[in-house]
């Protein structure tokens, strides 16, 4: 929390490869990283890019103030030259990439940076953090908003992760097509709309169940959602229209058999006159979970620990690579492509690139077609990648719901076997030219 | 990074059960909350508590301070009397708990939260936030620690989780038995020792390999951490002998096979005469791929993705459950045990629990024991669970080696099938009394 600036999300070689650079003369070559993933977590069709806007503001936010500095000179972490150096810096390049929501694939250039060398070899780690963690998180909330149709999804994963990652994965389920958080620091930082239902430990709490759902209907009003599992379902449904009316909001189930119990309530409900009720469901679900319930008479699906987790994949691999740079410093210098070379598998295709998605006929996507070259005319219009931070201002702030949007329509244009569950080859290939 | 105290790392259903509670006279009664986990992860043998330090932080400030109290309002989140009871709040209750870095195992009393139910389940959120994430990092840190044996372990995970989270990370891998970490912030926070090597990048951006390396050592000097992969590694180790002389700090190797390069690049250092060249390894690392590496030639580990991720168990399923509570308001108002009864396994052992650690004859643990009554004469040397917060106050601050060497302790004190890599059951049953 006490961290003074996103400057020192960094790793500390970042720092001393600059201090190396500026005394070799190479720093203010101009250069352009990367950010591409070389595969997606085994079985998924497609990636998500969340976490852009996050971005934008560690960028902006990316200072070196006394605090940092004083720090980096008790460590003895760079030299006095760096020291200064670092004391001047920010962002004066550019910064271009797939605008968040958009989905992507194995070598989409997800974001691309460009300035000299020391000004943009620093922002690695940060960069690589929130892409990695957002887009995790994103991925596993789109296909859980698949599996969910139109039922609202609740993010109430908070507990299971950082704190403060807790609030970016809400913003990241959000993108992905969730609905509403349970995490009020989410609500305060993000504007995402947060719900709230109760615990067992407020039917603990009283002498009775029935005594619990007095005291939450007379302060919450009859819309509230009561939770029925801490003792017996059946009579907890009961109790609940008793006290509540037919008008009662919901009710929540969060162990057992979920599908059958469902049917049993929706049932049990029908017949105490509260048609309207609805039926939340909570409990380790996942996107398989909640397509098993697809046919169940459910409202809502409130998810924790699957969707903070990734859903089997919390992280993503995505990785900053410099991919051109020029021979001297100057910002005319021509630029030279770049790339690893061992025969260890981690190479890279050297080159500033562009992208685009190719659509078929009936304009379903058929392929992500990524270059180095002019982008071919028939392209020119389905290109992928848009201009976010010009000369160090950026330009591209939007509201979170544009990317949510944006994410309900670039999967809506993807074949129809994007939306599978089961596990497969990603859904588009990726074509160089 | 701008939400304005800990109080909202904090579910929605927290703040409207208080505000329930409170109309209902129920508030003030004297509770008791728990927090434990049902199971370890799949084939876990043992669990690591992490992140209590980072808990007594978070109690301190978890206040409602006038940015969160105006949200609140305009949120219509909480009603007025509400608001101006959490305008005053401060924990003012008791809590204990296992100390950081000691062991657990499933039903093990990890936390226990004593006060009014008001100031006691406002925090349930943040705790599990912290204890389940930290935990689950450090029970990753300490087997890979048990793998790496005497060599030392470098925390390089910062990318590839969320930027805060990864300084938690760092911090729990330390405990976990981690030696130094690549993350500033983490080093800035928490002291840790930062280490760095150099990036692909760096030498991409020199006109030859031999530039780079020249470069970093001009700047850093010859007890640098020198990258051989970028090109042809046999090539690269002598141009770094060459070029830094035999004192060469040492050499990292991030691709290809890393048993048979690690042996190839010993024999060639030895031969440059570079005996003390030390050989550091990274590449997608797990506590496996190190143990895999016990024999080779390898004098240090960097460790990032699988040690960030808890590597396959990202989360721990810890739970804060309300196990005691009084029937009336009042500190001195007997409890009373409660539990969940439903029928769906999410049961729990209602009471305040001890719990204690048995050793057999050779002074080996033998088994968790945890009850509820008084604890057995033979076993009151043998407690786990200390002061951590009286009355509000926290009465445990320790400097984060003392979890550490903990940790080390507690683990050495299992019974030797502890530190098998391979899946299996708990090293320890637990007993209940």
Redesign the interface.
């Known amino acids: ?3 003074p600036s ?1 400057a ?10 600059l ?6 003369g ?1 720093a203010d ?1 101009r ?1 352009v ?1 990367e950010v591409f993933t070389r595969r997606l977590p085994e079985g998924r069709r497609y990636g998500v890019v969340a976490g852009t806007g996050r971005v934008l503001d ?1 960028v902006e ?1 990316f200072r070196f103030d006394s605090g ?1 500095l004083d ?2 000179a008790a ?1 003895r ?1 760079v ?1 006095e030259p760096t020291l200064a150096w670092l004391a001047d810096y920010r962002f004066r390049g550019d910064i271009w990439g797939y605008p968040e929501g958009e989905v992507y694939f194995p070598g989409s250039p997800i974001l691309r940076v460009e300035g000299t ?1 020391a000004e943009a ?1 620093l922002l ?3 960069i ?3 892409l ?3 887009s995790a998180v994103a991925a596993a909330a789109s296909r859980m908003a698949v599996a969910a149709g139109d039922r609202p999804l609740i993010e ?1 994963g ?12 809400s913003r990241a389920a959000y993108v992905g097509g969730f609905t509403s958080t ?4 989410a ?3 993000y504007s995402i709309p ?9 039917t ?4 009775s169940e029935r ?1 619990a759902f ?3 209907v ?3 009003g009859g819309g509230t959602t009561l939770l029925v ?5 059946t009579e907890a449904v009961r109790t609940a229209v008793e006290i509540a009316g037919p008008e009662l909001g919901a009710v929540r189930i ?3 058999d979920l599908l059958l119990l469902a049917h049993r309530v929706r049932q049990q409900l029908d017949d105490l006159g509260a048609a309207k009720t609805k039926i939340v469901v909570t ?1 380790d679900l996942d996107e398989y979970a909640i397509a098993s319930l697809a046919a169940a008479p459910v409202d809502a699906y409130g998810v924790g ?1 699957q969707l ?3 859903s089997g994949h ?2 993503c ?1 995505m990785v ?3 991919v051109a ?1 020029a ?1 001297e410093a100057g910002p005319d210098a021509p630029l030279r492509a ?9 190479t890279s295709i050297g080159g500033r690139k562009w992208a685009a998605r190719r659509p078929d006929a009936d304009g379903v996507a058929e392929a992500e077609v990524v270059g180095t070259g002019p982008v071919p005319a028939e392209l020119a219009d389905h290109r992928l990648i848009t201009e976010l931070v010009r000369g160090g201002e950026v330009v591209a702030r939007e509201p979170l719901d544009a990317a949510r949007d944006r994410h309900a329509a670039a999967r809506a244009g993807l074949p129809l076997s994007a939306t599978q569950l089961s596990r497969g080859e990603p859904v588009l290939p990726t074509e160089y030219l």
């Not at 020192?8 to 490869?17: A, N």
């Not at 349970?182 to 620091?185: P, V």
């Open positions: 929390m006490d961290v996103t020192l999300f960094t790793d500390r070689y970042e720092l001393t490869m201090q190396a650079a500026l005394r070799s190479t070559r250069s990283f560690a936010n940092v720090f980096l460590q972490i030299d060398f070899v690695e780690t940060v690589l953090s929130i990695n963690h957002d109430m908070a507990r299971r992760t950082h704190e403060l990652a807790a609030v970016a994965a349970s995490d009020l620091a609500g305060f930082r947060t719900v709230g239902t109760s615990a067992h430990a407020f603990l709490l009283h002498d005594d007095t005291a939450q007379d302060s919450l599992d801490t003792y017996d379902v969060d162990s057992g409990s620990t903070v987790t990734g919390p992280t691999s900053y690579k410099l740079r021979d770049v790339a690893k070379k061992s025969m260890g598998g981690k």
